[in-house]
């Protein structure tokens, strides 16, 4: 089955800076990629997602970049804001459309 | 016109209890899940239903059984509580076979075993 790595597991950065998480994975048949942002006492929720036919997807402060030849993503933030300060889970699917979780990152921004 | 709800948003019970927690999406959905989150955050699907039907089980104790009424609700029942099952537990749903995979989650109930 897939296996999704997750890595750093706490990033800390000041308000300003950019944050960056990487995932890799181990099915090369997945073929949807999303991120999710869990604030505190809630459930996750999408921020932003990538399919393996575009290499990268931006919106706003966030950006999503994938290599599918290297089977690894990555989640980008840029001029981060106290707001900011989560868990982040990557995930990755494919045919069986049941995601695989990766181990989440807890990102703090210190204003 | 909350889209995944769960209730209760707190459970806290004595060890050999038994509790159920229910979970409601008015998205439309057809395919509905459980997971588990620890201490750790760690998210581990537990179940997963499509159109009323089982379509996964990991490998959970015997003592949590899902039931699914309809393609709007799947309610979790948990036998024999042990002290490992606190942990919180998200609701989620998706519409997956129409290239909507994304999850929607529910807020979580917070269980506490003691």
């Known amino acids: 089955g897939e296996n999704v790595e997750q890595h750093p597991s706490t990033l800390s950065v000041q308000e300003g800076d950019s944050a960056v998480i990487k995932c890799t994975y181990s099915d090369s048949a997945s073929n949807y990629f999303p991120w999710y942002k869990q604030e505190l006492g809630k459930g996750p929720q999408l921020i932003i997602d990538i399919r393996s036919n575009v290499g990268e997807k931006k919106d706003q402060r966030i950006a999503v970049t994938l290599n599918k030849t290297a089977k690894h993503f990555s989640l980008h933030i840029t001029e981060t804001q106290p707001e900011d300060s989560a868990v982040y889970f990557c995930?990755?699917?494919?045919?069986?459309?049941?995601?695989?979780f990766g181990r989440g990152t807890s990102l703090i921004v210190h204003p | 016109d909350t889209a995944v709800s769960q209730t209760p948003k707190y459970l806290v019970t004595q060890m050999g209890n038994d509790k159920s927690i229910k979970c409601e999406q008015n998205l439309g959905h057809d395919t509905m899940y459980w997971y588990k989150q620890d201490s750790k955050k760690f998210l581990k699907i537990m179940f997963s239903?499509?159109?009323?039907?089982?379509?996964i089980n990991e490998t959970v104790p015997n003592r949590f059984s899902p039931k699914s009424p309809d393609k709007a609700h799947l309610n979790l029942h948990i036998n024999s509580l042990e002290l490992g099952d606190s942990a919180v537990y998200f609701c989620a749903s998706s519409l997956p076979r129409t290239g909507k995979e994304t999850q929607y989650f529910g807020p979580g109930t917070r269980l506490l075993v003691l």
């Open positions: 239903y499509n159109n009323k039907e089982l379509i």
């Open positions: 995930a990755a699917s494919g045919g069986s459309y049941i995601p695989t």
